[in-house]
């Protein structure tokens, strides 16, 4: 079990410049005021709440404030375990309500610090109906353009870790907190504890990133920066095609080149297919001045043969989706499906690197849903409204790599290939011998020279 940290504790690790917002007006709702044992009469309430705020410290399960967290000004909504389990009432939606009205009002994201057991039994279906008003909030300030960044703590469950943990745009955890909508008081006898922390849900897709509290500033500090930079010339297409000194390959041309480039079909199939050629990461590396990475596509599901984050590149903010040259899973196309709808709605480019011999085919995939993947990721790169440019890096196999690229704007290197499906699959489909692979490879015109011509692509970036 992780150290459980108070309110102030936790806003201390990310901040020394917290100003806490005033009190709402609806700080007396309808029954939650002191003297009436709140809206369902619960013996005993009001001395509970009196007690906690003695312990604590605080009026409330929840501590709203502005904070400038490394150079970058945010909303905190941090959670008081210690004030009645950090549960969800009736005042804690008022304090929230208020502290997301005025992210929307001053163009700010919002940073919640979840330590929550849940929503409020001595308050009922009052308590419980909250999480539809937080789940509104969270909409509103989706829907504004603003990011929002959770750091879950320990114990984060219930409702609580439903909305404001689960529902960010990016989610954090501290080392060994237990993390998951069952408490530990209602999961069944036979659960396994360790499916429920932090560390289990990063390997499930449902956090980005275990941090651990001395990192927890800057890395926080860093995700801010990159999804609040200024990006009010989003419309205009970012300089994404490498220089001389950025790619293993040196200029973008609009044309073919007499030199360097396959001489068959086939040929072009090897050199996609090399080990010895750059892969993702490198081309990233090189991009890149600074980057993090988006883990997980929020269904219980990873695919590490699909790379997506945002960096820093000329100063500014660009959102990366790039395959590594394996097989995607639908975990992978869900995963890109989430870094491009997010960037759109934050008005951040898009970069996507193709590379894969196609989408995973095997029993598993579809029984995770590959078709339904695939298909949401083609929606979402053709919903966004943010600029995307795609390079082809390697394999560019069926509607698999298809997924990726962004129509009308998509650029080759010379050592790939795009192709509707695969040489060997193409010819055995054609029920001609393996042999005639290479020979259907030609056929198919998959060239780099070859993509140019068709018009399927803008141009060759190579020596």
Same mark, same amino acid.
């Given at each position: 079990?992780? /150290?459980?940290?108070?309110a102030r504790q936790?806003v201390?690790?990310?901040? /020394?410049d917290?100003?806490?917002l005033?009190?709402?007006?609806?700080?007396? *709702?309808?029954?939650s005021?002191?003297?009436t /044992?709140?809206p369902?009469? !619960?013996?005993?309430y009001?001395?509970a709440?009196a007690?906690?705020?003695g312990r604590t410290g605080e009026?409330?399960?929840? &501590?709203?404030?502005?904070?400038?967290?490394?150079?970058?000004?945010?909303?905190l909504?941090?959670f008081?375990?210690g004030?009645?389990?950090?549960?969800? @009432?009736?005042?804690?939606? /008022?304090?929230?309500?208020a502290?997301?009205?005025?992210?929307?009002?001053?163009?700010?994201?919002?940073?919640?610090?979840v330590?929550t057991g849940?929503?409020r039994?001595?308050?009922g279906?009052?308590?419980?109906?909250q999480?539809?008003?937080?789940?509104r909030?969270?909409?509103?300030?989706?829907?504004?353009?603003?990011?929002q960044?959770?750091? &879950?703590?320990? $114990?984060?469950a219930?409702?609580g !870790?439903a909305?404001l943990g689960? @529902?960010?745009?990016?989610v954090?955890?501290l080392?060994?907190?237990?993390?998951?909508?069952?408490?530990?008081?209602?999961?069944?006898?036979? *659960?396994?504890?360790?499916?429920?922390?932090?560390?289990?849900?990063v390997a499930?897709?449902?956090?980005d990133?275990?941090v651990?509290? @001395?990192?927890?500033?800057?890395?926080l500090?860093?995700w801010?920066?990159?999804l609040?930079?200024?990006?009010?010339?989003?419309?205009?297409?970012?300089r994404?095609?490498p220089?001389?000194?950025?790619?293993?390959?040196?200029?973008?041309?609009?044309?073919?080149s007499?030199t360097g480039?396959p001489?068959?079909? !086939?040929?072009?199939?090897?050199?996609a297919r090399?080990?010895?050629r750059?892969?993702?990461?490198?081309?990233?590396?090189?991009?890149?001045t600074?980057r993090?990475?988006l883990?997980?596509d929020?269904?219980g599901?990873?695919?590490?043969?699909?790379?997506?984050?945002?960096?820093?590149?000329?100063?500014r903010?660009?959102a990366?989706?790039?395959?590594?040259?394996t097989a995607t899973?639908?975990?992978g196309?869900?995963?890109a499906?989430?870094l491009v709808r997010?960037?759109d709605?934050?008005?951040?480019p898009?970069?996507?690197?193709v590379d894969? $011999?196609g989408a995973?085919?095997d029993?598993?995939?579809?029984?995770q849903?590959?078709?339904?993947?695939?298909?949401?990721?083609f929606?979402?790169v053709a919903?966004?409204?943010?600029?995307?440019?795609?390079l082809?890096?390697?394999e560019?196999?069926?509607?698999?790599?298809?997924a990726?690229?962004?129509p009308g704007n998509? !650029?080759?290197t $010379?050592?790939s290939y795009?192709?509707?499906?695969? $040489?060997?699959l193409?010819?055995?489909i054609?029920?001609?011998p393996p042999d005639?692979a290479p020979?259907?490879?030609?056929?198919l015109r998959?060239?780099?020279?070859?993509?140019?011509?068709?018009g399927?692509?803008?141009?060759?970036v @190579?020596p």
């Amino acid at each position: 079990m992780a /150290d459980r940290l108070s309110a102030r504790q936790a806003v201390a690790l990310v901040t /020394d410049d917290f100003t806490q917002l005033p009190e709402p007006g609806g700080e007396s *709702a309808a029954g939650s005021a002191p003297g009436t /044992d709140g809206p369902l009469g !619960w013996q005993g309430y009001d001395d509970a709440r009196a007690r906690a705020a003695g312990r604590t410290g605080e009026r409330e399960s929840v &501590v709203c404030g502005t904070a400038r967290i490394e150079g970058t000004r945010a909303v905190l909504v941090s959670f008081e375990f210690g004030y009645l389990g950090g549960s969800l @009432g009736t005042r804690t939606g /008022d304090r929230l309500e208020a502290a997301y009205a005025h992210a929307r009002e001053h163009r700010l994201p919002v940073v919640p610090l979840v330590a929550t057991g849940g929503s409020r039994m001595q308050e009922g279906m009052l308590a419980l109906t909250q999480l539809q008003r937080v789940a509104r909030q969270s909409a509103l300030v989706r829907a504004a353009g603003l990011a929002q960044i959770a750091v &879950v703590r320990d $114990p984060t469950a219930g409702g609580g !870790w439903a909305t404001l943990g689960a @529902g960010a745009d990016v989610v954090l955890a501290l080392p060994g907190a237990q993390v998951g909508f069952a408490g530990s008081r209602v999961r069944p006898p036979d *659960a396994d504890p360790a499916a429920y922390t932090a560390e289990a849900q990063v390997a499930a897709g449902a956090a980005d990133a275990v941090v651990r509290p @001395g990192e927890l500033r800057a890395t926080l500090g860093r995700w801010l920066r990159l999804l609040t930079r200024p990006s009010a010339d989003a419309a205009a297409p970012p300089r994404f095609l490498p220089s001389a000194d950025a790619l293993p390959y040196a200029n973008a041309r609009p044309g073919p080149s007499p030199t360097g480039l396959p001489a068959t079909g !086939w040929e072009a199939v090897l050199r996609a297919r090399a080990p010895e050629r750059p892969r993702a990461e490198r081309y990233l590396d090189a991009y890149f001045t600074e980057r993090v990475a988006l883990h997980g596509d929020r269904c219980g599901g990873r695919d590490d043969g699909m790379l997506c984050g945002f960096g820093t590149h000329d100063g500014r903010t660009v959102a990366y989706a790039a395959q590594t040259g394996t097989a995607t899973r639908p975990a992978g196309y869900r995963t890109a499906t989430r870094l491009v709808r997010l960037a759109d709605r934050l008005g951040i480019p898009v970069l996507t690197l193709v590379d894969t $011999p196609g989408a995973a085919n095997d029993a598993e995939a579809e029984r995770q849903g590959v078709g339904a993947a695939i298909v949401g990721l083609f929606g979402a790169v053709a919903a966004a409204r943010t600029p995307l440019t795609t390079l082809v890096i390697g394999e560019g196999g069926s509607g698999g790599a298809l997924a990726l690229a962004a129509p009308g704007n998509t !650029w080759v290197t $010379p050592d790939s290939y795009f192709s509707v499906i695969a $040489p060997e699959l193409a010819a055995a489909i054609l029920k001609r011998p393996p042999d005639q692979a290479p020979a259907t490879a030609d056929q198919l015109r998959i060239r780099p020279q070859d993509l140019v011509e068709l018009g399927v692509v803008r141009g060759v970036v @190579g020596p």
